[in-house]
């Protein structure tokens, strides 16, 4: 099999997700850092891989490309332990996935990209509180799922678990506090005692 | 088997994918209306069904509830030939479905909404012109990869043409020009006449 390659940039939740999971089902890869805060993702080569320029962006063979974080995460963790075989438990795995995507994201990893990678909170003041709202919600909708909940689907750990770990645990550095939310942070805890687990910019461990 | 309830929005384009689907597999199901403009999804009755307070939301059997719009599509899809086998082709179809949540969705839909359902275009002026730029972004993608390809993912006819097209045919209803994507007007065609096709408010023919 090939080695796979991973376009990334080493602050980014959505990379991070890719990293995360792939270091857990011991797959080694290639990273390749693209960095978003000087326009590498927007260069005609980069959009010759992913029209929308973003990444990740994983090349699953040579010249063969996927995007989207959730949809590379659902790729390499079909037939493993990360991803439910039961119909229903992939389904609602997928539930998650776009929620993360579409009511979580958007909110809480924005405010950390101005902060704590641009560092322009002053210059995004205004757009930042616009997020507080939404983001906060989210987080509840989380915070109420995990109060009886060890994991977010099933009884085991799984690709929904990473993907909303990615941002959530990194929640603070876009100003949202997690001290009101006990049950996310026992679960940030058990996401980072799992096997194999490595931070959000940790050059990888190759072992 | 239990039929399946769908609690649903008629002029929600992401109630619409759900609709279509199920009337083109040809699956019966039974259509429950909440009026969101009414506050009829933020109810207690409705949040025991979704904490995130959104349709649609698909009742697989009494009191199992599904929800996200997308991840109901490939829950349906799954065995059918909406979905294909094939693991690549079925990560294009996922990386088209986040695409369209993330990238595509929230600048295409909204003014739809703010325009055309709520009627309130001068209040939501200024916020409308802030999604004209990332919306024709998504259109752009959409349209280059259209311009030599029949469906967005293989040569068939999938759950991500199906879901693209639930608000890209009526982007108009949110003030954008489609006259400039004629790729994406000729696959508006295609999708049209595909068999038992329906209309985004056409009540449900049971055949």
């Known amino acids: 099999m090939e080695t796979l390659r ?3 940039f080493l602050p980014s939740g959505n990379g991070y997700k890719i990293r995360l999971l792939l270091t857990q089902i011991g797959m080694p890869f290639e990273r390749v850092e693209v960095n978003i805060t000087k326009g590498e993702s927007r260069t005609p080569e980069f959009l010759s891989k992913n029209p929308n320029g973003k990444i990740p962006v994983l090349e699953v063979q040579p010249g063969k490309y996927l995007a989207e974080s959730n949809a ?3 790729y390499l963790s079909e037939g493993t332990e990360f991803l439910p075989y039961d119909r229903f438990l992939r389904a609602q795995v997928l539930q998650w996935l776009f929620f993360e995507q579409y009511s979580h994201e958007p909110y809480i990893a924005t405010p950390r990209f101005w902060i704590s990678i641009l560092g322009k909170a002053k ?3 205004e757009a930042i509180e616009q ?9 509840k909708v989380m915070e109420e799922h995990l109060s009886n909940r060890i994991f977010l689907v099933g009884e085991h750990y799984t690709i ?9 645990h990194v929640a ?8 009101q939310f006990p049950a996310i942070q026992d679960w940030i805890e058990r996401v980072k005692a799992q096997p194999r687990y490595i931070s959000i910019t940790e050059e990888l461990k190759l072992w």
Chains 1, 2 share one sequence.
Do not use: N, S, W
């Not at 997020?131 to 919600?137: F, L, N, S, T, V």
């Open 131 to 139: 997020k507080r709202e939404p983001g906060y919600a989210a987080l």
């Open 172 to 179: 603070h550095e876009g100003g949202f506090d997690l001290t």
């Open 6 to 8: 991973l376009y990334d």
């Open 123 to 125: 210059e995004y003041h």
């Open 72 to 74: 590379i995460m659902v």
């Open 160 to 168: 929904a678990d990473i993907c909303l770990f990615a941002y959530t």
